[in-house]
């Protein structure tokens, strides 16, 4: 019977602490506690059949591929680069926008332990804090992210 080390040899499974964004070499960039949508996924197509005997049969075959939204969340900080980045877009200069970049995910010592780059992304949505007089937590912004690939790398 397999053991646990036979299974997972040497590595536990990591933990997400928190995620550096790096967008254009540096010109957005900044720590997050929350990503999402980071991956890809096949559209699934099905395909009916006749087998043996008149038997209908549906086959699954992958179609287009399509790319997540990737969705950040952190604190707001004074930083304006994301705001700046996303005015572009509103501006109506999506070419310009369009920038090369990776998530970083780093342990609770600081170190890195998996990287995404992705490819001609563009910010479609950002969003303050919600702001209420009374409440004394952490205004979180949010960024959304779309592009046209992204792969893990480490």
Same mark, same amino acid.
């Given at each position: 019977?397999?053991?646990?080390?036979?299974?997972?040899? %040497?590595?536990?499974?990591?933990?997400?602490?928190?995620?550096? +964004?790096?967008? !254009?070499?540096? &010109?957005? @960039?900044?720590?997050? #506690?929350?990503?999402?949508?980071?991956?890809?996924?096949?559209?699934?197509?099905?395909?009916?059949v006749m087998?043996?005997? %008149?038997?209908?049969?549906?086959?699954?075959?992958?179609?287009? +591929?399509?790319? !997540?939204?990737? &969705?950040? @969340?952190?604190?707001? #900080?004074?930083?304006?680069?994301?705001?700046?980045?996303?005015?572009?877009?509103?501006?109506?200069?999506?070419?310009?926008?369009?920038m090369e970049?990776?998530?970083?995910?780093?342990?609770?010592?600081?170190?890195?332990?998996?990287?995404?780059?992705?490819?001609?992304?563009w910010p479609?949505?950002?969003?303050?804090?919600?702001?209420?007089?009374?409440?004394?937590?952490?205004?979180?912004?949010?960024?959304?992210?779309?592009?046209?690939?992204?792969?893990?790398?480490?």
């Amino acid at each position: 019977m397999p053991t646990a080390k036979d299974v997972m040899p %040497g590595s536990d499974p990591l933990v997400s602490f928190n995620f550096f +964004l790096d967008v !254009g070499g540096g &010109t957005i @960039k900044g720590f997050f #506690t929350e990503a999402s949508g980071i991956g890809s996924e096949s559209e699934v197509i099905d395909h009916k059949v006749m087998g043996e005997a %008149g038997k209908e049969l549906t086959r699954k075959i992958p179609g287009r +591929l399509k790319w !997540g939204d990737i &969705t950040l @969340k952190r604190g707001i #900080t004074a930083s304006m680069d994301m705001w700046d980045w996303r005015k572009q877009v509103e501006d109506g200069n999506v070419q310009a926008a369009r920038m090369e970049g990776s998530i970083i995910m780093y342990d609770q010592e600081g170190t890195e332990v998996a990287r995404w780059n992705f490819e001609r992304a563009w910010p479609s949505k950002i969003s303050g804090p919600s702001i209420k007089s009374d409440d004394n937590s952490v205004g979180i912004e949010e960024l959304t992210i779309v592009h046209e690939y992204i792969v893990r790398v480490k």
